[in-house]
C-alpha cells in the first residue's frame, strides 16, 4: 500500500511540474492584414505594439498563408492543406451546408488532451449548418464571437441573399451555443479584446491555457471610431485613412490583450503568436506593396503573410527568420512545444517549426503546395486598376505533364514557384499615395499559362523565368500531379434556402 501511495504521489509531483513547464499559448489571427500595412515593413501606419512585440521576438518574413479566410483557418486548425478537407474552392458562404469535415481532429482538441484550457474569441468561418461544426464542438471550452465571414462591427448583423428569399440580414453573434444580444453599438474589435481579458483575468495560472483570437479587424466593412482616426487626417484616401484607424484598434487590442498576461503573471511562460489570415484587400484600403497582387490571388501579394512569435521562452529572440513556413505548420509546432503529440490526427501536411523559429535552424519544409482548384474562374477586372488584365497566352507547349495545366494552380519548391492556369488579377497596387504608372515593371509582362518565378531574388514577381528552366518547370508540374492525385473531392454545396430558420433569426446552426 505505502508503495502505491508514493507512486501516486509521483505521478501528481510528476503531472503538476509538465504542468507548470508547458507553456500557454495565445494565438491572434488578423483579418485581411496586408503586407504594407504593418509599422515594420515600412507602413505609414503605426502599429507601435506589433513592432515591440515583433522586434522582441521572431519576425517570420518568409511565411506564407492561403488566398481568402475559411481556407487559412482551416489549415490553421487542421495543419493540413485544403486539398485533403474538400475546401480547395472559396469559402462556407451563410447558407451553405458545409463545415470542416467533423473526422478532422483540431488544434484545440489535441491541446486539450494534454491539460489545455481552450478558449476562442472571434470569427469562426468554419460552417455552422448544423451543431456538430460549432467551435465548442470541436475542441473549445468556451467561444465568444461570430460564425460567418464578415459583418458590421456595431450591429454584428450579416447580410446577405438568400435562395428563394432575397435579400437577408440577421445577428451573428454567439456566446457558447446561445445568441449574444447585449452587444450592439459595441465596436467588435474593443468588444472581443475585453472577452479575451476577461478569460485571461478568470485564468488558474497553474493549467496551460490556448487562446485564440480571431479578430474581425482588419476585414470591411470600413468601420472605426472616431478617435482612432485623428493620427491620419493626413491620409487622402478615404478608404486608406479609415483602414488605418481600423489597424490602430487592431494594434490597441493586441497591446492590451498582451498587457493582461502580463499583469496575471502569465507572460514569462507565454508564446503568442500573430499572424494574418491572407493578403490585404486593396478596395478596402490594405495594401500588399511592393508585392505583386490582391487578396483572393496566389500572387505574393495574397499568400505572403505578415506573421511573427514572441516569448520569453525563444532561444533568439530578436531575430528575422527567413526560412520558408506556412500555415498549416503552426499545428505540429504549437502541440510539439505542449508537449502534445498528433498522432490521433488525419496525416499531417505541417512541419514542427519549433526549433527553427526558436534557434534559428534550417526550415524542415522544402515545398508548399499553395492550392489546386479546378473551379476557379478568372476575374475579368482587377478593382481599382486597369493594369493586368491582358489575355493569358498558351506557353504550355513543351512542358509535357500529365498535371492539366489549365487548373487554378501554385506550388512553391525551395526558392521556386510555379502558377498555372488562370491568375487573379495580376497587377502591382502602388504604395499608398504613388501613382499606379510608379508601382508597374517596366517590363509589359504578358500572362501566360504556366509562370515560374525565383521569389527569393525576385519577391515581385517580375520576370517569368519558366522558358529559361523547363526542368524546373517540369518537377514541379510532376509535384502539382503527385498532389492533385491526393486530393479529396471539393465540397462545396448549393445554398439552402432553409437557412434562415435558426435560433433567434439569428445566423446559426438550421439543419
Given at each position: 500500500?505505502?508503495?502505491?501511495?508514493i507512486?501516486?504521489?509521483l505521478?501528481?509531483i510528476?503531472s503538476?511540474?509538465?504542468?507548470?513547464r508547458?507553456?500557454?499559448?495565445?494565438?491572434?489571427?488578423?483579418?485581411?492584414f496586408?503586407?504594407?500595412?504593418?509599422?515594420?515593413?515600412g507602413?505609414e501606419i503605426?502599429t507601435p505594439?506589433?513592432d515591440q512585440?515583433s522586434?522582441?521576438?521572431?519576425r517570420?518574413?518568409n511565411?506564407?498563408?492561403?488566398?481568402?479566410?475559411t481556407p487559412s483557418?482551416?489549415?490553421?486548425?487542421t495543419?493540413?492543406y485544403q486539398?485533403h478537407?474538400?475546401l480547395?474552392h472559396?469559402i462556407?458562404?451563410?447558407?451553405?451546408?458545409?463545415?470542416l469535415?467533423?473526422d478532422e481532429?483540431l488544434?484545440?482538441?489535441?491541446?486539450?488532451?494534454?491539460g489545455y484550457?481552450t478558449?476562442?474569441?472571434g470569427?469562426?468561418?468554419l460552417?455552422?449548418?448544423?451543431?456538430?461544426?460549432?467551435?465548442?464542438?470541436?475542441?473549445?471550452d468556451?467561444?465568444?464571437?461570430?460564425?460567418?465571414?464578415?459583418?458590421?462591427y456595431?450591429?454584428?448583423e450579416?447580410?446577405?441573399?438568400v435562395?428563394?428569399?432575397?435579400?437577408h440580414?440577421?445577428l451573428?453573434?454567439?456566446?457558447?451555443?446561445?445568441?449574444?444580444?447585449?452587444?450592439?453599438?459595441?465596436?467588435?474589435t474593443?468588444?472581443f479584446?475585453?472577452?479575451s481579458?476577461?478569460?485571461i483575468?478568470k485564468h488558474?495560472?497553474?493549467?496551460?491555457?490556448?487562446?485564440?483570437?480571431a479578430?474581425q479587424?482588419?476585414?470591411?466593412p470600413?468601420?472605426v471610431?472616431?478617435?482612432?482616426?485623428?493620427?491620419?487626417?493626413?491620409?487622402?484616401?478615404?478608404?486608406r485613412r479609415?483602414?488605418a484607424?481600423?489597424?490602430?484598434a487592431?494594434?490597441?487590442?493586441?497591446?492590451?490583450?498582451t498587457?493582461a498576461?502580463?499583469?496575471?503573471g502569465?507572460?514569462?511562460?507565454t508564446i503568442?503568436?500573430?499572424s494574418?489570415?491572407?493578403g490585404?484587400e486593396v478596395?478596402?484600403?490594405?495594401?500588399?506593396?511592393?508585392?505583386?497582387?490582391?487578396k483572393?490571388?496566389?500572387w505574393e501579394?495574397?499568400?505572403r503573410g505578415v506573421?511573427?512569435i514572441?516569448s520569453?521562452?525563444?532561444?533568439q529572440?530578436g531575430?528575422?527568420?527567413?526560412?520558408l513556413m506556412?500555415?498549416?505548420?503552426?499545428?505540429?509546432?504549437?502541440v510539439s512545444?505542449a508537449?502534445g503529440?498528433?498522432?490521433g490526427?488525419k496525416?499531417?501536411?505541417?512541419f514542427?517549426?519549433?526549433n527553427?523559429i526558436?534557434?534559428?535552424?534550417?526550415s524542415?519544409?522544402?515545398?508548399?503546395?499553395?492550392?489546386?482548384?479546378?473551379?476557379?474562374?478568372?476575374?475579368?477586372?482587377?478593382?481599382?486598376f486597369?493594369?493586368?488584365?491582358?489575355?493569358?497566352?498558351?506557353?504550355?507547349v513543351?512542358?509535357?505533364?500529365?498535371?492539366n495545366v489549365?487548373i487554378h494552380?501554385?506550388i512553391?519548391?525551395?526558392?521556386?514557384?510555379l502558377?498555372?492556369?488562370?491568375k487573379?488579377?495580376s497587377?502591382w497596387y502602388s504604395r499608398?499615395?504613388?501613382?499606379?504608372?510608379?508601382?508597374?515593371?517596366?517590363?509589359n509582362q504578358?500572362l501566360k499559362?504556366v509562370?515560374?518565378?525565383?521569389?527569393?531574388n525576385?519577391?515581385?514577381?517580375t520576370?517569368?523565368?519558366?522558358?529559361?528552366?523547363?526542368?524546373?518547370?517540369k518537377n514541379?508540374?510532376?509535384?502539382?500531379?503527385?498532389?492533385?492525385?491526393?486530393?479529396?473531392?471539393i465540397?462545396?454545396p448549393?445554398?439552402?434556402?432553409?437557412?434562415?430558420?435558426?435560433?433567434?433569426?439569428a445566423w446559426?446552426?438550421?439543419?
Open positions: 500500500m505505502s508503495l502505491r501511495l507512486i501516486a504521489a505521478f501528481l510528476f503538476g511540474v509538465l504542468a507548470a508547458q507553456p500557454h499559448i495565445v494565438f491572434i489571427l488578423a483579418d485581411d496586408g503586407w504594407n500595412d504593418v509599422g515594420y515593413h507602413s503605426r505594439n506589433l512585440l522586434a522582441n521576438g521572431v517570420l518574413e511565411y506564407y498563408v492561403q488566398p481568402i479566410c483557418r482551416s489549415q490553421l486548425m495543419g493540413r486539398i478537407t474538400g480547395q472559396s462556407i458562404w451563410p447558407c451553405q451546408p458545409n463545415c469535415p467533423l481532429k488544434l484545440p482538441q489535441l491541446l486539450k488532451e494534454v484550457s478558449h476562442m474569441v470569427k469562426w468561418h460552417g455552422m449548418y448544423k451543431k456538430e461544426c460549432l467551435p465548442t464542438r470541436r475542441g473549445f468556451t467561444y465568444f464571437g461570430y460564425l460567418t465571414g464578415s459583418e458590421d456595431y450591429s454584428h450579416r447580410c446577405t441573399a435562395p428563394d428569399e432575397g435579400g440580414c440577421a451573428d453573434l454567439w456566446d457558447g451555443e446561445g445568441v449574444a444580444t447585449n452587444y450592439s453599438d459595441v465596436y467588435s474593443e468588444l479584446a475585453q472577452k481579458i476577461s478569460i483575468k488558474e495560472s497553474m493549467q496551460p491555457l490556448f487562446l485564440y483570437v479578430l479587424s482588419v476585414h470591411g470600413l468601420q471610431p472616431e478617435r482612432y482616426l485623428t493620427p491620419y487626417k493626413l491620409i487622402t484616401d478615404h478608404n479609415v483602414y484607424g481600423m489597424v490602430a487592431m494594434d490597441e487590442a493586441v497591446g492590451n490583450i498587457l498576461m502580463k499583469q496575471q502569465l507572460w514569462d511562460n503568442l503568436v500573430f494574418t489570415d491572407n490585404g478596395m478596402e484600403g490594405g495594401s500588399n506593396w511592393p508585392l505583386r497582387g490582391n483572393g490571388t496566389m501579394g495574397g499568400v506573421g511573427f514572441t520569453p521562452l525563444l532561444q529572440p531575430t528575422v527568420s527567413r526560412e506556412h500555415i498549416s505548420d503552426w499545428l505540429p509546432t504549437l512545444v508537449g503529440s498528433t498522432n490526427a496525416p499531417l501536411d505541417g514542427d517549426m519549433w527553427t526558436s534557434k534559428g535552424l534550417k524542415p519544409r522544402l515545398e508548399l503546395l499553395h492550392n489546386i482548384d479546378p473551379l476557379f474562374v478568372d476575374q475579368k477586372v482587377c478593382p481599382l486597369s493594369a493586368g488584365n491582358s489575355e493569358m497566352v498558351n506557353n504550355s513543351g512542358f509535357k505533364s500529365r498535371f489549365s494552380a501554385a512553391r519548391s525551395e526558392k521556386w514557384k502558377l498555372t492556369g488562370p487573379g488579377c497587377a499608398p499615395g504613388q501613382s499606379h504608372s510608379e508601382s508597374s515593371p517596366s517590363e504578358q499559362t509562370m515560374l518565378f525565383d521569389i527569393e525576385d519577391p515581385r514577381e520576370k517569368d523565368v519558366s522558358a529559361q528552366h523547363p526542368v524546373v518547370v514541379l508540374l510532376k509535384r502539382l500531379k503527385f498532389h492533385q492525385k491526393r486530393a479529396v473531392p465540397n462545396f448549393h445554398a439552402d434556402p432553409k437557412c434562415i430558420t435558426s435560433p433567434d433569426g446559426g446552426p438550421w439543419a
